[in-house]
């Protein structure tokens, strides 16, 4: 069981490495950004829109959010334009931050039922394993993303949150 501490931490480590990953991935051309590298969607540009289309999704089922129209196949092409792409991102961030401020223990000990297009059926699981995995989702892709930007030679600076979140 995850505590509430824990999800204002993740979230709040999400936001600072989107705004380190979309720094140093604006500082590549954008062809750089929507080349095929061979990633699992191929590109920068389609990882992260892919990112921010599973946040959305998520945070529709925990929070009411509204979920994009379109599936896992078209989530990497979800916001064609970059700066679009990083104003989305920001907002995205900012209210994850805003609903990780607000969840409660009973909520995270509950369970959550939604049907799963992926897996074409009714799924119900404890809360609290489904925000660990939106988290561990998020690493997972942005971890991809960081190689793909760090294979053209930019850098993100650190990524470990014991040193680049403030622990006062």
Do not use: C
């Amino acid at each position: 069981m995850i505590s509430t501490d824990h999800v204002r931490l993740m979230a709040a480590y999400n936001a600072e490495m989107n705004r380190r990953l979309y720094a140093a991935a604006d500082r590549l051309r954008d062809d750089q950004r929507r080349e095929n590298r061979g990633a699992f969607f191929g590109s920068i540009h389609a990882t992260l829109n892919h990112l921010v289309w599973g946040d959305s999704v998520w945070m529709g089922r925990f929070a009411g959010w509204d979920a994009p129209k379109v599936g896992i196949p078209a989530s990497v092409s979800l916001h064609d334009d970059w700066d679009a792409l990083k104003a989305v991102r920001a907002e995205t961030d900012a209210r994850i931050e805003a609903w990780a401020a607000t969840v409660e223990l009973a909520w995270l000990s509950g369970t959550l039922s939604w049907y799963s297009a992926a897996m074409q059926r009714d799924v119900t699981r404890p809360t609290w394993v489904l925000v660990t995995h939106f988290f561990n989702h998020q690493t997972h892709h942005r971890g991809q993303a960081h190689a793909l930007i760090t294979a053209f030679g930019e850098k993100t600076g650190d990524t470990d949150i014991p040193f680049i979140l403030p622990f006062d």
